[in-house]
């Protein structure tokens, strides 16, 4: 039985709903924390105090007009306001032969039902992408129905190599397309494997070098991610954790979720 994963929020929030993470809103929606200057000549979200206060100490230098304050264009603030947003997690997940071995399969999904559910409560989006064979499928587009999620992870059959550098560019893919949609997005790039990688992109690249150079690209867009390896046994390569420290992933074993070790929040 594997215990609750749960994806830290960026700051504590005490109740278990509610979204995740805070941005800075680029409308009037959200809580006004403090000013800044105009973002262009629309002035529609005028900070009047902060406005004030720029203009007063400026009295002693300009004419005297009918106002009490002579307010001039530089003097004028606008309200910096944050919200909450939901993450956007992309699920990408290893269905290749290896997967199919003894439990490891029912454990996967055990560990994604988990972070599912953590999903659901703070409104996040999911997405599911899987690979196996010679290729890489995204089932199940970014959503807020965590249902659909469960039902097309439900019926996932596994077998054949695996193609772990498909699954690590599809999951980039959809994650630059989302930002490119959703400038406030915040992304998160889960990827569930025993990093057994046997099929490249690139036919000159070995595939676990091509793993780790997809894994760079990842890194250097500063995209957040989670590494839930599922190799076991007593002969282990080792080869996810290598790329998780590539990547800069937060790094979690399937042995750890079972001996529950593991149950406070992904940064």
Same mark, same amino acid.
């Given at each position: 039985?594997? *215990?609750?994963?749960?994806?830290?929020?960026?700051?504590? =929030?005490?109740?278990? !709903?509610?979204?995740? +993470?805070?941005? @800075? &809103?680029?409308?009037?929606?959200?809580?006004?924390?403090?000013?800044?200057?105009?973002?262009?000549?629309?002035?529609?979200?005028?900070?009047?105090?902060?406005t004030?206060?720029?203009?007063?100490?400026?009295?002693?230098?300009?004419?005297?007009?009918?106002?009490?304050?002579?307010?001039?264009?530089?003097?004028?603030?606008?309200? *910096?306001?944050?919200?909450?947003?939901?993450?956007?997690? =992309?699920?990408?997940? !290893?269905?290749?032969? +290896?997967?199919? @071995? &003894?439990?490891?399969?029912?454990?996967?999904?055990?560990?994604?039902?988990?972070?599912?559910?953590?999903?659901?409560?703070?409104?996040?989006?999911?997405?599911?992408?899987?690979?196996?064979?010679?290729?890489?499928?995204?089932?199940?587009?970014?959503?807020?129905?965590?249902?659909?999620?469960?039902?097309?992870?439900?019926?996932?059959?596994?077998?054949?190599?695996?193609?772990?550098?498909?699954?690590?560019?599809?999951?980039?893919?959809?994650?630059?397309?989302?930002?490119?949609?959703?400038?406030?997005?915040?992304?998160?790039?889960?990827?569930?494997?025993?990093?057994?990688?046997?099929?490249?992109?690139d036919?000159?690249?070995?595939?676990?070098?091509?793993?780790?150079?997809?894994a760079?690209?990842?890194?250097?867009?500063?995209?957040?991610?989670?590494?839930?390896?599922?190799?076991?046994?007593?002969?282990?390569l080792?080869?996810?954790?290598?790329?998780?420290?590539?990547?800069?992933?937060?790094?979690?074993?399937?042995?750890?979720?079972?001996a529950?070790?593991?149950?406070?929040?992904?940064?």
């Amino acid at each position: 039985m594997i *215990k609750q994963i749960k994806l830290k929020t960026e700051r504590e =929030i005490k109740k278990a !709903d509610g979204r995740r +993470s805070i941005a @800075v &809103s680029d409308d009037k929606r959200g809580r006004y924390i403090s000013d800044k200057m105009p973002s262009d000549n629309n002035y529609n979200d005028i900070a009047l105090i902060s406005t004030i206060r720029n203009a007063a100490v400026n009295q002693n230098y300009r004419e005297k007009g009918p106002m009490a304050i002579s307010v001039e264009k530089e003097d004028i603030r606008e309200k *910096k306001r944050v919200r909450k947003i939901g993450n956007t997690i =992309i699920f990408v997940v !290893d269905c290749s032969g +290896s997967m199919g @071995v &003894s439990q490891r399969m029912k454990e996967t999904k055990s560990a994604i039902f988990s972070l599912l559910i953590d999903a659901y409560q703070k409104r996040d989006k999911v997405a599911l992408i899987v690979f196996k064979q010679k290729s890489a499928e995204m089932i199940l587009p970014p959503t807020s129905s965590v249902e659909l999620a469960k039902k097309k992870l439900e019926y996932i059959p596994t077998g054949g190599k695996s193609p772990l550098c498909h699954g690590l560019l599809t999951g980039y893919q959809c994650i630059t397309s989302e930002l490119k949609k959703h400038k406030e997005c915040k992304p998160l790039l889960v990827v569930i494997s025993d990093g057994r990688v046997n099929v490249g992109i690139d036919k000159n690249i070995k595939p676990v070098e091509e793993a780790n150079r997809l894994a760079m690209q990842i890194r250097s867009s500063r995209i957040e991610s989670l590494v839930i390896d599922t190799e076991s046994g007593y002969i282990r390569l080792g080869k996810m954790k290598e790329i998780a420290d590539t990547m800069g992933s937060r790094y979690l074993s399937i042995q750890d979720l079972r001996a529950d070790k593991i149950i406070e929040a992904v940064r």
